[in-house]
């Protein structure tokens, strides 16, 4: 059920207003919303991070469509240069070391490399037991001391001043076991010692950027992903890194968390040397090698170019404060479904009270400006909290900060057609039929339709339904003379057909095509080619541009071809049969911004002739489904959070004139969608 409804009064236009094709997303508007019942809003989303570069979901889909990494690159970062570089060191910040003090394991080989040159360190203490730490701690403003810990007691003993501010240890094999505040144990290539920074006992790893790598690309990108995907994150982070160090003006490049770039070392130890997790993968490490030393550059030498980089775009890069990080569609974030690219969130009214405590009980959500790009007009710049005690204005990050929210993409879940599929006559006595699907249960129910546009007490007939987000009824495609449904199954994107009995039940499935789920609408509008096969509309998630899959005999499709643009302007359309008496279905779509409903006739081949709104205040409605039959064709339309979710049927006559409603009846919000 949708929540957070805009909110209009039923207004019917005096005089239709004539719009140009192809229809344009309306003037920029405030984006008002209230709570549900329970004072909670619903956000859809798209997009997981800043949005700005490197995709790494997009990146993921372009290397399934063969994209090598150097094209995926030169995507995400047009204009930059692919070059060379040497191994040189990187200084990282360490979150994971001890405050005031850096303790490592001791070991064979172990040195401590300082300002007076290295100082080997034994394996036996003074008091001829073994070395178990050593640790590093400030003495003063200007120099560090040298302690160690052996079998023989529990206490640290001194062993050397080291004058100066930093200190580092080097085993020979390598590596360095830092001792962490829980006494578990991080193992690090390089060098692992204290520097001080501004005025602070700091830990640093000091590594070969190329090994600093080899745990930095497994922690930012799965290595079960493709090699071309992971070549990309793999010259992306070392750029990005190269960048850091190039610009930090300090003796420390970098840190080890999602400030920076994600770092973990190269394994990690219990307090017995038990290990339990290692952070570096072939796969990764294969990449790193194929890659070696390339960067991306604007200029000359060291000119390195900015390389941000994010878990996802939701389908359009975020503009940055370079020219190579531009705003423009993507086409590879999406090819790979997942939550990354689009989601949903419920921000409760609790948590917008702990977060603006002054507005009191919140009341009103207003989107006050938004990107310009992509759905909904692109990432949101502002946004006013209204409530009981007053309002505060704050910006599109903040927001997503306050509520954990994975991008500044969404908007308030608005009407939906839930179905988007005509109310058909599945009993054969000329009376439209529905079905609904129970939103908790997954349980499909049928509503025999009556003479007078209500529906007879359902019954169940089918369970599993949950599986599908969209559910639509296109006509009879088997030819048996019962209307069948199309179903799209949300995780895998998979479009399936049901071959339905005049009693509602299915009486076969199959699959009739693959890739759905980079379509956000569909719309089954019957026959449009006038082929006699019925076909589907459908609208782009990334442009908005509205797609005819034009029916085939068997129940597939030809390959979509674009009919329209600009339909990311609305947030529902349906089919209500021909009401212009042209012979072909027409579409009702619904302007997101302000309610209005938008006619528009097809033409041959399922073109979009022209657009005339028809109606306005249609924002208050969740769920919007059409029919078309012997009563005539209509609109039905569900009122959320009136006694249970109030059904209205409303009479759509010639020219898309929308005539009074009759009461359906109530009850209807426990369905997810109706067809």
């Known amino acids: 059920m949708v929540v957070g409804r805009l909110t209009r009064a039923l207004v019917v236009l005096v005089a239709s207003i004539a719009l140009l094709l192809p229809l344009s997303g309306p003037a920029a508007a405030d984006e008002t919303a209230v709570p549900d019942a329970g004072g909670n809003f619903e956000l859809w989303g798209h997009g997981y991070g ?11 889909g372009a290397a399934s469509l063969g994209q090598s990494s150097a094209q995926i690159l030169g995507f995400y970062y047009p204009g930059t240069i692919l070059t060379g570089q040497p191994d040189e060191p990187i200084v990282v910040r360490l979150s994971t070391g001890r405050s005031g003090e850096v303790v490592v394991d001791g070991e064979p080989g172990l040195v401590l490399r300082w300002g007076g040159g290295d100082l080997p360190l034994p394996t036996v203490s003074p008091r001829g037991s073994a070395v178990l730490s050593w640790r590093l701690v400030r003495q003063g403003s200007s120099d560090l001391v040298l302690d160690y810990v052996d079998a023989s007691r529990a206490t640290w003993e001194r062993y ?4 100066g501010v930093w200190g580092t240890f080097y085993a020979a094999d390598g590596a360095v076991r830092l001792v962490r505040p829980s006494y578990d144990r991080r193992e690090y290539r390089g060098g692992v010692g204290a520097t001080v920074d501004k005025g602070a006992l700091v830990t640093v790893n000091i590594v070969p950027l190329e090994s600093y790598l080899l745990s930095v690309v497994p922690a930012e990108m799965p290595s079960s992903w493709p090699a071309a995907a992971l070549g990309a994150q793999a010259v992306a982070a070392r750029t990005y890194a190269s960048h850091q160090r190039q610009n930090a003006g300090g003796q420390i490049d970098t840190c080890d968390t999602t ?8 394994a990690s130890y219990t307090m017995n040397g038990t290990l339990t997790a290692t952070h570096e993968a072939a796969a990764t490490t294969a990449a790193i090698a194929a890659t070696s030393g390339n960067v991306l550059i604007t200029g000359g030498p060291r000119s390195y170019a900015f390389t941000q980089f994010s878990a996802a775009n939701g389908g359009w890069t975020a503009a940055g404060s370079f020219p190579y990080l531009s705003a423009r569609p993507d086409p590879y974030d999406g090819v790979v479904p997942s939550t990354a690219n689009a989601w949903t969130a419920v921000v409760s009214s609790a948590s917008v009270r702990s977060a603006y405590p002054t507005v009191g009980t919140p009341t009103r959500l207003t989107v006050l400006g938004r990107s310009g790009n992509g759905r909904w007009g ?17 910006t599109g990050d903040a927001f997503r900060s306050a509520f954990g929210l994975r991008s500044t993409w969404w908007a308030v879940a608005g009407g939906t057609q839930g179905s988007g599929g005509v109310v058909a006559d599945v009993t054969g006595d000329g009376v439209p039929d529905a079905y609904g699907r129970d939103a908790t249960s997954g349980t499909l129910s049928f509503y025999p339709g009556r003479a007078d ?9 089918g369970s599993g339904w949950g599986m599908h987000d969209w559910i639509g009824s296109p006509g009879d495609v088997d030819k048996d003379g019962v209307p069948d449904l199309y179903a799209r199954e949300r995780s895998t994107g998979t479009l399936w057909l049901y071959g339905q009995a005049r009693d509602g039940r299915s009486t076969s499935r199959r699959a009739v095509g693959t890739g759905w789920h980079t379509v956000d609408m569909i719309v089954a509008a019957g026959d449009v080619t006038g082929d006699g096969r019925p076909d589907l509309y459908a609208r782009t998630t990334m442009l908005g541009d509205l797609l005819l899959y034009a029916g085939r005999a068997d129940g597939t499709f030809d390959p979509p071809r674009t009919v329209n643009s600009g339909w990311h302007a609305l947030d529902a359309v349906v089919s209500v049969g021909d009401v212009t008496g042209d012979g072909r279905p027409d579409l009702l779509g619904r302007l997101r911004s302000n309610g209005s409903l938008v006619l528009y006739r097809t033409g041959p081949g399922g073109t979009i002739l022209d657009a005339k709104v028809v109606n306005s205040g249609w924002g208050g409605f969740d769920l919007l489904a059409g029919s078309a039959g012997s009563g005539g064709s209509a609109l039905l339309a569900r009122e959320p959070g009136t006694s249970g979710g109030l059904l209205r049927r409303y009479p759509v006559g010639p020219g898309g004139t929308i005539l009074p409603a009759g009461l359906v009846g109530s009850g209807w919000d426990l369905h997810s969608a109706i067809s």
Request: hydrophobic residues 35%.
């Open 50 to 60: 800043h949005g700005r570069g490197l995709s790494q979901w997009g990146a993921r």
């Open 160 to 163: 050397s001043l080291v004058p």
């Open 259 to 266: 400030a920076c770039q994600v770092y973990s070392g190269r």
């Open 378 to 394: 692109g990432r949101v710049t502002q946004v006013r909290v209204e409530g009981t005690a007053g309002s505060v204005t704050v």
């Open 453 to 461: 546009g209500t529906f007879s007490p359902p019954r169940v007939v």
